[in-house]
């Protein structure tokens, strides 16, 4: 198992994007927190599961049904999530 690390910028997103659902549809709103939650785990335990995004090593994993996926790196030592975008954003303007 590798340690998994939310980035500030991803944290912020998580919140973000939850705090702009609960409003309008609590039950998506937790889960997308729930989902989050599942895809640190399942990445602590498969790292590269994730789709390759470009040759830095920069992988993209999509929480469930969601229109959210987590943007992040993996090393020998830790599994960084750096953010956690909307697959219709320009999410690519965001690195």
Request: no cysteine; net charge negative; charged share 20%.
């Amino acid at each position: 198992m590798i340690n998994v690390q939310w980035s500030q910028a991803a944290t912020e997103d998580l919140i973000k994007n939850a705090d702009s659902l609960f409003p309008i549809d609590f039950d998506i709103a937790d889960a997308l927190l729930a989902e989050a939650r599942g895809a640190s785990d399942f990445l602590a335990l498969t790292p590269y599961a994730g789709s390759p995004v470009d040759a830095t090593g920069l992988r993209k994993w999509r929480l469930g049904q969601l229109p959210f996926a987590l943007l992040y790196n993996v090393n020998a030592e830790r599994l960084l999530i750096l953010r956690m975008i909307h697959l219709r954003s320009d999410w690519q303007s965001l690195l």
